[in-house]
T-cell receptor, first 111, second 112 residues
């Protein structure tokens, strides 16, 4: 079946690194995504990784994928107060393009 | 501006009413979606259309009826609204699944 799990809450201090973790169950996932949702707003695509990759880096963001353990993580370096938001992990499988989302991790950044 | 736009942004209505939410994208994408986000922020797909053809129809009450007059528009009509329909409804579109979705800013529906 399709299931994506995330921890619900993470609190860090400004300037520290944040690591948000996600596990998924569908081994046929082709792409995995990280979305950011700020209060009262829609979801913004942050980054994505193809299932045959282990790592992807994009400025302050690093995505690590462990396909054997079906574990995905998002590391935000030098976390800023503007990074406070809900972060959703998502996977897509099959050819319908259906995205399955995790429950979202609320990131709180303390000054 | 290129975007996915939804109207209205807020909708407050009484139980039993019928309401519609409209969505338009000018990105040239072939596929459009409706997602429901509940009070715990959980996002669940409701429908997906590819080039005006319904391709995903999850377990949604048949009071919810999507309509896609063309590939740039996907509207959601809800009959006989219930308290449990209160949520934020997001429209999204994609070129293909590998690029992820572009989301609209959401419609907050409150049924009283």
């Amino acid at each position: 079946g399709e299931d994506v799990e995330q921890s619900l809450f993470l609190s860090v201090r400004e300037g520290d690194s944040s690591v948000i973790n996600c596990t998924y169950t569908d081994s046929s996932s082709t792409y995995l995504y990280w979305y950011k949702q700020e209060p009262g707003a829609g979801l913004q695509l942050l980054t994505y990784i193809f299932s045959n990759m282990d790592m992807k880096q994009d400025q302050r963001l690093t995505v690590l994928l462990n396909k054997k353990d079906k574990h995905l993580s998002l590391r935000i370096a030098d976390t800023q107060t503007g990074d406070s938001a809900i972060y959703f992990c998502a996977e897509t499988t099959g050819n319908t393009g259906k995205l399955i989302f995790g429950q979202g991790t609320t990131l709180q950044v303390k000054p | 501006d290129t975007a996915v736009s939804q109207t209205p942004k807020y909708l407050v209505t009484q139980m039993g009413n019928d309401k519609s939410i409209k969505c338009e994208q000018n990105l040239g994408h072939d596929t459009m979606y409706w997602y429901k986000q509940d009070s715990k922020k959980f996002l669940k797909i409701m429908f997906s259309y590819n080039n005006k053809e319904l391709i995903i129809n999850e377990t949604v009450p048949n009071r919810f009826s999507p309509k896609s007059p063309d590939k740039a528009h996907l509207n959601l009509h809800i009959n006989s609204l219930e308290l449990g329909d209160s949520a934020v409804y997001f429209c999204a579109s994609s070129l293909d699944s590998s690029y992820g979705y572009t989301f609209g800013s959401g419609t907050r529906l409150t049924v009283v």
